[in-house]
């Protein structure tokens, strides 16, 4: 069975940066191939893409994002870890860490994507 936790950071202020680290256990994130995904959703919207990373270690991010979003891996610990820069209010989401087997680049349904954690909630707030 595959499980994904993502950590709780709690409150985080305006222009910190927000770091999430995705645990997984029943699978390694290092085989093909499959990708893993952040995704986060704003109160009262939808979900959003963030990025992914492969099982080659390749990163993917969202345009809208990717001048603040750093998508690494601890191989060693079959962890993963989203960093989010110079965060704002607008930042405030439940995050959820999840994996599919295609590089997707936005959510369609729930559904492509195979695995998910149980989310995170996150707010930006000074």
């Known amino acids: 069975q595959v499980q994904l936790q993502e950590s709780d950071p709690g409150l985080v202020k305006p222009s910190e940066t927000l770091s999430l680290t995705c645990t997984v256990s029943?699978?390694?994130?290092?085989?093909?191939?499959?990708?893993w995904h952040w995704i986060r959703q704003p109160p009262g919207k939808g979900l959003e893409w963030i990025g992914y990373?492969?099982?080659?270690?390749?990163?993917h991010y969202s345009p809208s994002l990717k001048s603040r979003t750093s998508i690494s891996r601890d191989t060693s610990k079959n962890q993963f870890t989203l960093q989010l820069t110079s965060v704002t209010p607008e930042d405030t989401a439940v995050y959820y860490c999840?994996?599919?087997?295609?590089?997707?680049?936005?959510?369609?349904?729930?559904?492509?994507?195979?695995?998910w954690g149980q989310g995170t909630q996150v707010t930006v707030s000074s």
């Open positions: 999840a994996r599919a087997s295609r590089p997707h680049t936005e959510v369609v349904a729930r559904s492509d994507y195979t695995y």
């Open positions: 990373i492969a099982y080659t270690g390749s990163t």
């Open positions: 029943g699978d390694s994130i290092t085989r093909g191939y499959y990708y």
